[in-house]
Nanobody, 119 residues
């Protein structure tokens, strides 16, 4: 049904910035939350940032003060602005959407986009 397409990943030097985008297609209705997760080699997938329907945000401690999640409702797009990047931020970043009312709740993942931060 709804498709999530990430973009904006790439290779950057430590201290640099990237902005990831996640565009939804197929129609988003009753969005509960959207989030960014990441998974580095040999590690579990972890929540990086989340924004709920009311605009409240949550961040992993490791990215607080450096990353910002935002949403453009008109474009059905969620962003992750990543500043002061560190090598430990290197991972595949996945967009996540949680939408629909409780009885019809749907959770979907994007395909992922690689972020590599060099020393």
């Amino acid at each position: 049904q709804v498709q999530l397409v990430e973009s904006g990943g790439g290779l950057v030097q430590a201290g640099g910035s990237l902005r990831l985008s996640c565009a939804g297609s197929g129609g988003f209705f009753s969005i509960n939350a959207m989030a960014w997760y990441r998974q580095a080699p040999g590690k579990q997938r972890e929540l990086v940032a989340l924004i709920n329907s009311g605009g409240s945000t949550n961040y992993a401690d490791s990215v607080k003060g450096r990353f910002t999640i935002s949403r453009d409702n008109a474009k059905n797009t969620v962003y992750l602005q990543m500043n002061s990047l560190k090598p430990e931020d290197t991972a595949v970043y996945y967009c996540y959407a949680d939408y629909g009312p409780g009885p019809a709740r749907v959770r979907q993942w994007g395909q992922g986009t690689q972020v590599t931060v060099s020393s």
